[in-house]
């Protein structure tokens, strides 16, 4: 027996670049190489004191078995209440199921609404995950483009472009992963409009960086009363409570969509972890600005994408925008394409990518992945002393290119 018993949809699936990156770098510090991390989107905090308590809590108290497929009650009415108390919306908890993270959900929603051909909305720059949940679902994704010029957003106007009379979902995600890009008020407005003229179109709103805003508030499209019937939210612990190895994420729907994916889930997950979703529970009944441990890891972020902006001045040919929320940096490094150290070609992001972690020991993730070849992704989730030492490498590193 050999590789073609595979099914053909793992064969045109591509690896998560980000976690390829994260291997690669690992590979490389179990030979002892001292490799600086940039690559994974994980915020390098610990989970908050008391949501860690409520998950030893849980054990103690025996909450360890079966849950209920689309979550625990109490985490569900839990959600519920941090929507209304936070966004001022009204889901009730039946409206929301809980998964093994946000990814999981919004894989659930690309199968339980996409047929064969089916076209999804995505703008560039786009997570590395969103094309394969498409392709796994049996959709087509139509992707607009929103380089640095535009602050990497999508205007109305692209968007009503892409609309074909089988566009299915408009895949929304703001904060953005890679670019830490944050939509105003503004221009999250414009959206909402434009989605009035088309309510068959279901968007699917990734707010998973929420709770890292910068400067000004977080809007859901959710908000808008015109248009609510057709969003569905996305949201989860792993970023803005660092509880990413809790694998908690949830959607907030309306009740047909949200029984689709508990039906779904039903089939091949079942419910999420018990000591998880109480550790959550504790979460959503925390007041994000009354927690210093959140507005801590929001002011370190902060502290630190000023200081790769920075530091990125001092690289020759690279244009960064100044990003609002997440914790990335997204600059465009296409001055590098074409140039060569005397042993390789550096043709893409890609190439750039590998030769500054054989060169400057630095894992990045390349733009490739997420749509935009002409960038690279630097998650500053590290130690200020990290990015400082890991611009310095990449500056020297590409020195050598000529």
């Known amino acids: 027996m ?90 009730k908890p039946s409206q929301i199921v809980v998964s093994n993270g946000a990814k999981q959900s919004i894989a659930n929603i690309m199968f339980c609404v996409l047929n064969e051909g089916d076209e999804v909305i995505i703008p560039k720059p786009y997570w590395v995950s969103y094309p394969s949940m498409v392709q796994m679902a049996g959709g087509i994704s139509v992707y607009i483009d929103a380089g640095i010029e535009q602050d990497f957003k999508v205007t109305p106007e692209q968007i009503e472009k892409a609309i074909t009379p089988n566009t299915k979902v408009f895949l929304f995600n703001s904060p953005s992963n890679p670019t830490g890009s944050v939509y105003t008020e503004k221009e999250i407005d414009a959206i909402a409009k434009l989605f009035e003229k088309y309510p068959d179109i279901l968007i699917i709103s990734d707010e998973i960086y929420e709770l890292i805003v910068f400067d000004g508030i977080h809007k859901s499209l959710a ?24 694998r908690i994420g949830y959607i907030a729907a309306p009740q047909f969509i949200a029984d689709a994916c508990s039906k779904f889930q039903g089939q091949y997950t079942s419910g999420a972890g018990t000591i998880s979703q109480m550790a959550a529970l504790e ?20 502290e630190r994408r000023d200081l790769l902006i920075d530091l990125m001045k001092n690289v020759p040919g690279v244009k960064t925008n100044v990003p609002q929320g997440a914790f990335y940096l997204f600059p465009d490094f296409r001055h590098y394409f074409g140039k060569s150290n005397g042993e390789s070609i550096i043709n893409n992001s890609n190439d750039l990518c590998m030769f500054l972690l054989e060169k400057a020991h630095t894992a990045v993730v390349p733009g490739e992945a997420f749509g935009t070849p002409d960038c690279i992704r630097f998650s500053y989730a590290a130690s200020k002393n990290d990015i400082t030492e890991a611009v310095n490498r990449i500056a020297k590193a590409l020195q050598s290119l000529k």
Request: no cysteine; net charge neutral.
């Open 223 to 246: 908000e808008y009363p015109s248009i609510k019937h057709q969003v569905v939210i996305v949201n989860g612990v792993s970023k803005g409570f660092a509880m990413t190895g809790w």
């Open 283 to 302: 979460a959503m009944n925390t007041v994000p600005s009354e927690s210093e441990e959140l507005k801590t890891m929001k002011k370190a972020f902060v």
């Open 2 to 91: 050999d590789k073609s018993i595979l099914a053909d949809r793992i064969a045109s699936m591509t690896e998560s670049a980000t976690l390829a990156m994260t291997r690669k770098s690992r590979e490389l510090k179990d030979k002892g190489v001292d490799v600086i991390a940039l690559s994974i989107g994980e915020p390098d905090f610990n989970t908050p004191v008391l949501v860690k308590e409520a998950g030893k809590r849980s054990i103690d108290d025996n909450i360890t078995h079966y849950p209920p497929v689309p979550g625990l009650p109490a985490l569900r009415e839990g959600i519920s209440n941090k929507l209304k108390r936070d966004n001022g919306l009204d889901f």
